[in-house]
């Protein structure tokens, strides 16, 4: 199947702990993007990556980091700078930057405790 | 100011009946408008894709219009089903904060259908 894998599907954090949340993708898709969701608030783009060891800020990168050291794989740390991690994580990929199509994965749930 | 405003926030519909749900965007120049389907807990799933010299776009029971003008789109959902509960968002793709071909979302209308 192809498709994009996030995981875990939920993670808890202790206060001041980096944590990073795994997307894999196997569509072959060159771009790839991290956005949060919050309650009331539409998604908003942390960091995005268009090739392999490339990648740019979005609207909210303070408190994250992100490689991407593979085509498929684009993980996102969580640093102890974030100071409301608490939130819903989206990894979505397409064929280049901004394309027609944007598949998401089935997201991440992190709670900071 | 949200650049993708979306109404209702909420609504609540009888299985079978019909709805619409709206999105007014600021947005300019844009490139394509998209509505999202997302079921609570999980990633939001494609319904339809649009540029702006289309007017409507139909996928299954889903049918959505734009009009490119007034900046307005909606989205129509015939015979809704339970399966159809979920949070539906407006994407446009433009130029905004000194980005291009941004994906800018709308906080979405969240659809419960009752039995």
């Known amino acids: 199947d192809g498709g994009i894998t996030q995981s875990p599907k939920y993670l808890f954090r202790k206060e001041g702990q980096n944590v990073t949340l795994s997307c894999e993708q196997n569509?072959?898709?060159?771009?790839m993007y991290w956005y949060r969701q919050d309650p009331g608030q539409g998604l908003r783009l942390i960091y995005y990556?268009?090739?392999?060891?490339?990648?740019q800020k979005g609207d909210i990168a303070e408190g994250y980091s992100v490689s991407r050291e593979k085509k498929e794989s684009f993980p996102l740390t969580v640093t102890s700078a974030q100071k409301n991690p608490t939130a819903f994580y989206l990894c979505a990929s397409s064929i280049r930057e901004r394309g027609p199509e944007a598949f998401f994965g089935q997201g991440t749930r992190l709670t900071v405790v | 100011k949200n650049q993708v405003e979306q109404s209702p926030q909420s609504l609540i519909i009888l299985e079978g009946k019909n709805c619409t749900l709206q999105?007014?965007?600021?947005?300019?120049?844009?490139?394509?408008l998209r509505w999202y389907k997302q079921d609570t807990g999980r990633g939001p799933v494609s319904l339809t894709i649009?540029?702006?010299?289309?007017n409507t776009k139909s996928n299954g029971r889903y049918t959505a219009t734009l009009d490119a003008d007034t900046k307005q789109s909606s989205l129509h959902i015939t015979a809704s089903q339970l399966s159809d509960s979920a949070s539906y968002i407006c994407v446009v793709v433009g130029n905004y904060g000194g980005a291009t071909n941004k994906l800018i979302f709308g906080t979405g209308t969240l659809l419960a259908v009752q039995p």
């Open positions: 569509l072959n898709h060159d771009a």
């Open positions: 990556s268009q090739i392999v060891n490339d990648f």
């Open positions: 649009m540029t702006f010299s289309e």
């Open positions: 999105c007014n965007y600021t947005v300019s120049p844009f490139s394509n």
